[in-house]
């Protein structure tokens, strides 16, 4: 991508790369085909070296975008929040501007395309932590009741 993209200290420019990549999807797609292909054999290798017949989580913030992940994983979990949850949750976390959010956010796939996608749907628009936990417990409790017996019916 080269040195426009490289700070003084000569580490990456994230907001300059973050720029270029939501300014040009010609770039955005480069730096996928980069990212991606590392990332798919670092989760094989962690799934590889995971125990046998242990639940095994990937947090892919582009499953839906990438096309390939649905077909690699048994259950999909969606984390939802709506718009403007999102944006103030990006703000205060990164510094970003309103604008720059939503630039991010209109190059992703939409609420209702990641909800489709789903087995089960999260929805955080809360600060509750527990209330999360407990929703998140929930779905744990009955995706394991099923994997169970789905290992008992194959003994």
Do not use: Y
């Not at 990456?12 to 292909?37: K, N």
């Not at 990006?90 to 939409?110: D, H, L, N, Y």
């Not at 936990?133 to 194959?154: G, P």
């Amino acid at each position: 991508f080269g040195p426009s993209v490289v700070a003084v200290d000569g580490s990456l420019d994230r907001p300059g790369m973050r720029e270029r990549v939501f300014a040009d999807r010609t770039v955005r797609h480069r730096l996928e085909a980069i990212l991606h292909p590392m990332i798919g054999r670092e989760c094989e290798r962690a799934a590889a070296a995971a125990a046998p017949g242990r639940p095994i989580v990937f947090d892919v913030p582009l499953l839906v975008e990438s096309g390939h992940w649905r077909a690699r994983v048994d259950r999909v979990l969606v984390v939802d929040a709506k718009e403007e949850t999102q944006l103030r949750r990006v703000m205060a976390r990164s510094g970003w501007t309103p604008e720059a959010v939503r630039a991010v956010i209109a190059q992703q796939a939409t609420r209702r395309t990641r909800r489709a996608a789903a087995d089960a749907v999260l929805f955080n628009d809360t600060s509750n932590l527990q209330e999360l936990e407990n929703e998140v417990e929930s779905v744990w409790s009955q995706w394991h009741h099923r994997v169970a017996a789905m290992i008992e019916v194959k003994k």
